[in-house]
Nanobody, 125 residues
């Protein structure tokens, strides 16, 4: 059964860093999939954070995280990471890992077929 499992969330102060990880159990290697991170702040809709291509060389970021977050992928470990630096209170959200086939680095959550259960990130003043 295909699944994604996130870890690494927690509560930190503004300005701190966290690294999220998502281990994928998919049909075949993660080199066959685009992997992405989305987040859902309290009371708001899910939003795009970042995505990375099959080979792990090409990232795409949402405007609100550019320059602070870095997505990376280790296909040998079937894992995608999200390094989050200089966290802000507005980064507080449940963070989800998602996978899709094809090649496009979509920012539309409807294009992703498999989702993890989410990990909570809370950033305090």
């Amino acid at each position: 059964q295909a699944q994604l499992v996130e870890s690494g969330g927690g509560t930190v102060q503004a300005g701190a860093s966290l690294r999220l990880a998502c281990v994928a159990s998919l049909e075949g290697s993660t080199s066959k999939y685009v992997l992405g991170w989305f987040r859902q702040p309290p009371g708001k809709e899910r939003e795009f954070v970042a995505a990375i291509n099959r080979g792990g060389e090409t990232p795409r970021y949402g405007d609100s995280v550019k320059g602070r977050f870095t997505i990376s992928k280790d296909n040998a470990r079937n894992t995608v990471y999200l390094q989050m630096n200089n966290l802000k209170t507005e980064d507080t959200a449940v963070y989800y890992c998602a996978s899709k086939g094809g090649f496009a680095l979509e920012d539309n959550s409807n294009m992703y077929g498999i989702w993890g259960q989410g990990t909570q990130v809370t950033v305090t003043e």
